[in-house]
């Protein structure tokens, strides 16, 4: 059985989309992070994540032979953590974030699909989440740019 740390303080257990269940935590407590401490402080512990979640992952897989185990949502943490650090903290560019990573998390479009398919142990279930949170970090900051442009154009 994975770990409080795999299953993010056991998100991951949640009986329907564990994934979802797992981003939510981690988008509230990123959101927390970077308003009541800093920015920086979560793109270290996004760092630090990634890392310890790789070896875990790594060990998981080897002790129990199940490969992207559904209740391991370490993978969503880190990769929403990274669309808020790509997108920045206000409450518009939060929700975003985390919608634009769930849409691209569970589509998989181009590489996302091919690094999930393809790339095995804890790289591979870190790798597509964490392509997925770069694609949903920048999608999130563009919308959020297109819409301030539009708003200001409007109103003038």
């Excluded at 299953?7 to 970077?34: E, M, N, Q």
């Excluded at 060990?59 to 880190?78: C, M, P, Q, T, W």
Aim: with cysteine; hydrophobic share 50%; aromatic share 10%.
């Amino acid at each position: 059985m994975p770990n409080a740390f795999l299953t993010f303080l056991y998100s991951g257990h949640a009986p329907k989309a564990p994934g979802t269940a797992g981003s939510l935590l981690a988008v509230i407590l990123g959101a927390g992070i970077i308003h009541y401490i800093s920015m920086e402080t979560l793109v270290l512990l996004t760092i630090l994540f990634t890392l310890m979640g790789v070896k875990q992952i790594n060990a998981y897989e080897e002790s129990s032979g199940n490969h992207d185990d559904s209740r391991i949502v370490i993978d969503e943490v880190v990769g929403v953590w990274i669309a808020l650090i790509l997108s920045s903290g206000t409450m518009i560019q939060i929700v975003l974030s985390f919608a634009f990573f769930r849409l691209f998390d569970i589509w998989k479009p181009s590489l996302i699909g091919k690094i999930d398919r393809n790339v095995k142990g804890g790289w591979g279930v870190m790798g597509d989440d964490m392509l997925a949170g770069v694609a949903a970090g920048i999608c999130s900051a563009g919308a959020f740019q297109l819409f301030e442009y539009l708003s200001h154009s409007l109103l003038k």
